[in-house]
């Protein structure tokens, strides 16, 4: 408890402090980015500054995209939440993850039955997925087959699983999970307890941030749920998601829950 709590304090001073660094670096690359075009207007392709000047862009675009990454991170946006069904996310997000995943990665989906709804935001539930996968991808393309497959489970989860599964951190109770396979690279044990800090990335630079996983374990603590990394080098990786049942009955004990994600208390 005291790591997730030190964890939480310190994502927020990261996010306040990179969201207030990217504001400003975003004007000035819009103005750098401005200044090249009116530039380029008074050249023609194939004259000798021409190209300089569209690498001048072409990074400051990279940097505006690097930068609006970190904003996202730190706006830390309201949740909207739904009552929705994980499999219907899973379903309005797949064919943006066949494009992303490509023609060397299997992508297979299997729904439990009875799942009980969530309450989540259906668009950041997107924003999580897609992250997973991402990683997921990199970690496939970097194996020795350059491929290999996602997949992605919907199961429900009583409450003597959940005891069984992480006494220590998770609360007995109703959820419902969602678990992604890689067949990728796998996580080196060192590694796995930092993964979800910010800024923490093995990706070369300009291919990583290191704000994708803490970005996903925002959204996913700010729905009252959980995460978990398993992961075997060489084998390939699981994240697992636990989203807290809802239920319909208001006497049930669904606010105690969310009251204290947002305290920061989870
Ligand atoms: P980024 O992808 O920009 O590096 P993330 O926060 O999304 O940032 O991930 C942090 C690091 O965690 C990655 O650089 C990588 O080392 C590791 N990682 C995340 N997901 C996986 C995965 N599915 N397989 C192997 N390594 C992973």
Do not use: W
């Not at 090249?36 to 000798?48: A, N």
């Not at 991808?137 to 087959?145: I, L, N, P, T, V």
């Amino acid at each position: 408890l005291k790591r997730q709590v030190a964890q939480a304090t310190k994502m927020q001073a990261v996010g306040q402090l990179a969201g207030g660094v990217a504001h400003d670096f975003n004007n000035i690359l819009t103005a750098i980015i401005g200044h090249c075009d009116l530039m380029l207007m008074r050249h023609t392709p194939g004259d000798s500054d021409y190209d300089d000047i569209q690498q001048v862009k072409a990074n400051s675009n990279r940097a505006a995209s690097l930068t609006r990454q970190l904003l996202a991170f730190s706006r830390q946006q309201t949740l909207r939440p739904q009552v929705l069904q994980l499999p219907d996310v899973v379903s309005d997000v797949s064919s943006l993850l066949k494009r992303l995943l490509g023609e060397t990665i299997t992508l297979t989906i299997n729904h439990g039955r009875n799942l009980a709804p969530v309450r989540a935001d259906p668009g950041q539930l997107e924003q999580v997925i897609v992250n997973l996968a991402v990683n997921a991808r990199d970690a496939m393309q970097a194996g020795s087959e350059g491929g290999g497959t996602l997949t992605l489970q919907t199961y429900p989860v009583t409450g003597q699983d959940s005891r069984q599964l992480n006494n220590d951190i998770m609360p007995v109770g109703e959820y419902t999970a969602l678990r992604v396979t890689d067949t990728g690279v796998g996580i080196p044990a060192e590694h796995l307890a930092k993964i979800f800090e910010p800024f923490f990335t093995t990706k070369e630079v300009g291919k990583g941030t290191g704000l994708g996983l803490s970005t996903v374990y925002g959204i996913v603590k700010q729905s009252g749920g959980f995460i978990f990394a398993e992961s075997e080098e060489g084998k390939g990786t699981s994240f697992v998601l636990y989203l807290p049942v809802h239920r319909a009955d208001p006497a049930e004990a669904e606010a105690p829950v969310r009251e204290k994600a947002r305290t920061g208390e989870l």
